[in-house]
């Protein structure tokens, strides 16, 4: 079998160690008790050739139509489990037809468009271990009060327990990228709704954070809030001192003063 070229439009570095592969492969804990492992962007395998081991019910999703027949021809036995398409644009939800994992080395360039759609399926994503850019790793993973602590952080917070688990160097990857890696795990809390409007907390948490550096009372002025509210000492502080708690008290409040 002749090997897949990373390609660059696609933002594909290939993991190479072995030891890092399984080490993630390994990470992986099925979560509630779930079999199904959905692997995205799997390139030439090294981390599924893992998964395989850990007696998982493995499906492979990946855009790189290079990759997708390589994959083929390696894992025959696989068949309609390796599916030819974007993670980003396909239904899971179906295909997946039921709670399942999500792992993989995620494209740096659409590793936060991957979250927000696991965001949009959390109700069937159990657990997430992936590795990406250490930067994001670090901002999802990071507690409040933290200058990496941003949108993702919250909204992910939210709904999944985060550990960042270690960190990978450039030099492991074909091509090498220019930073580090982080690899991180996401495992689904008991948290079924949220205690308020929900499409208003993500809308709040985005408002909240588009000023980092003021406060949030300029950073939600512009949602039209009472003039109560504003004088709510917590809007004294910026969008990332708040928790999860505090962001679902500001969306009540919010909600209220415009019910006034």
């Known amino acids: 079998m002749e090997k897949v070229k990373p390609k660059k439009h696609l933002g594909q570095h290939f993991l190479t160690d072995l030891s890092i592969a399984e080490k993630i492969a390994k990470a992986v804990t099925g979560h509630g008790g779930v079999k199904k492992v959905l692997e995205i962007g799997p390139g030439m395998g090294v981390l599924t050739d893992f998964l395989l081991l850990e007696d998982w019910d493995l499906y492979l999703v990946d855009i790189d139509k290079e990759s997708i027949a390589y994959l083929h021809q390696k894992y025959p036995s696989l068949g309609s489990k390796i599916i030819d398409g974007d993670y980003l ?26 979250f927000f759609k696991v965001l949009e399926e959390r109700d069937q994503v159990t657990e997430v271990v992936c590795m990406l850019q250490k930067e994001v790793a670090q901002r999802i993973a990071s507690p409040k009060g933290n200058k990496d602590y941003g949108i993702l952080s919250v909204l992910l917070q939210a709904f999944y327990d985060i550990e960042y688990l270690f960190t990978v160097p450039p030099g492991v990857f074909n091509p090498p990228p220019k930073v580090n890696s982080g690899v991180i795990r996401l495992k689904r809390n008991q948290v079924e709704k949220l205690d308020c409007n929900e499409k208003l907390f993500f809308r709040v948490v985005k408002q909240g954070f588009s000023t980092r550096r003021k406060t949030l009372r300029n950073a939600v002025k512009s949602m039209g809030i009472s003039e109560e509210l504003k004088a709510d000492t917590l809007l004294e502080k910026r969008a990332e001192q708040l928790g999860v708690e505090e962001f679902i008290y500001l969306t009540n409040k919010i909600e209220e003063s415009w019910n006034q």
């Open 89 to 114: 644009k396909e239904d899971f939800k179906n295909i997946m037809n039921g709670p399942y994992v999500v792992a993989g080395n995620f494209p740096y360039n659409i590793s936060s468009q991957i």
